[in-house]
């Protein structure tokens, strides 16, 4: 993958759409590619949250540990789709595992990087959280859903 391929694949993203350009040039400065194979975790639950995935290709189940019962698949998340916000939040440790169900492309944000330029840049700030609000509000609905189905 090239520059090119990176610059593509982040402006074409769900995530980021009706951004302006100059916001777009500032994530890409901190954005990589990242691929995963199935089985493969993007993200484990307690571990540090230091990546904000936006996923391109492919499908990730995130789940959440419930005693006596194991893993339990809260959402599954396709292209167009984010995985992690924890990054935003101290004390910054991911809330869910993200296991890949189907090969995964995904651009990679920086998120102590990510941070920083939302502090620096204010209208940036304003996009990403307005965004993220949606991808949490999303979450947690789904994680309720799964809770009531486990108590029942």
């Known amino acids: 993958m090239n520059e090119n391929d990176l610059s593509q694949k982040l402006s074409q993203h769900a995530f980021v759409q009706g951004m ?10 901190i954005a990589s590619l990242a691929r995963f194979s199935k089985s493969m975790h993007l993200c484990k639950e307690g571990e540090p949250a230091e ?3 936006l996923i391109c290709e492919g499908r990730v ?5 419930v005693p006596q019962r194991g893993a ?10 984010v995985v992690g916000w924890s ?3 101290p004390p910054y440790h991911w809330q869910f595992d ?4 189907e090969d995964v492309q995904a651009v990679a ?5 990510l941070r920083a330029l939302c502090e620096q840049h204010h209208e ?7 965004r993220l609000l949606g991808v949490v509000a999303d979450r947690l609905a789904a994680t309720r859903v799964q809770l009531q189905d486990i108590y029942r």
């Open 124 to 130: 940036l700030g304003y996009q990403v959280l307005k």
């Open 98 to 101: 993200a296991r890949v169900l």
């Open 51 to 53: 990546l904000f995935y």
């Open 72 to 81: 339990v698949r809260i959402q599954t998340l396709g292209p167009g789709e």
């Open 109 to 113: 944000l920086d998120g102590a990087r």
């Open 87 to 89: 990054w935003l939040f």
């Open 20 to 29: 302006d350009e100059r916001l777009l040039r500032s994530l890409r400065s």
């Open 61 to 65: 189940g995130l789940e959440l540990h």
